[in-house]
């Protein structure tokens, strides 16, 4: 980190170190960028929706910051229709609980299977399509 930390930076990286696994779902890119400098011994993944829930993204501990950045530029982001909250600092996505929970429960289901196969949990994002069906297609890299 750049300059003075006034301590904080190993508190926090000492703190977190006593976790095996850290989801963040802040959704906000300085906790991001953040987490992927501490150099934290522990898995760390970054789990975000964009707008009407239609994909999930994670982001695992490496590159966790410069690959959110990317991922963000190449999904169709739909930011324009989103609600604009009376005193709220920041407009809010569009999305039904169920459309949030679905994703979040088969991305949290793809991480175990991967840790239950002993299989690197890559980068990954989830789309969903209503076509015909409701379905979640998983995209790794």
């Known amino acids: 980190m750049h300059g003075a930390d006034n301590g904080w930076h190993p508190a926090i990286r000492d703190r ?3 976790f095996d696994i850290i989801i ?3 959704t ?3 906790i991001a960028f953040l987490l992927d400098s501490l150099g934290l011994h ?3 993944y970054s789990l975000s929706i964009t707008n009407h829930a239609r994909e999930l993204i994670c ?3 490496h590159s966790l910051y410069n690959w959110l950045q990317n991922i963000f530029h190449q999904l169709k982001r739909d930011d324009d229709d989103m609600y604009n909250p009376i005193g709220c600092w920041s407009p809010t996505f569009k999305a039904s ?3 949030i929970a679905v994703l979040v429960q088969f991305a949290l289901h793809h991480i175990n299977d991967c840790y239950k196969k002993n299989l ?3 980068h990954f994002y989830l789309s969903t399509s209503e076509k015909d069906c409701f379905e979640i297609k998983l995209n790794q890299f």
Do not use: F, M, T
């Open 16 to 18: 977190l170190d006593e």
């Open 24 to 26: 963040d779902c802040s």
């Open 28 to 30: 906000d890119n300085d």
């Open 42 to 44: 522990g898995d760390i």
């Open 59 to 61: 982001a695992s501990k």
């Open 97 to 99: 609980y169920n459309d």
């Open 120 to 122: 690197p949990v890559r």
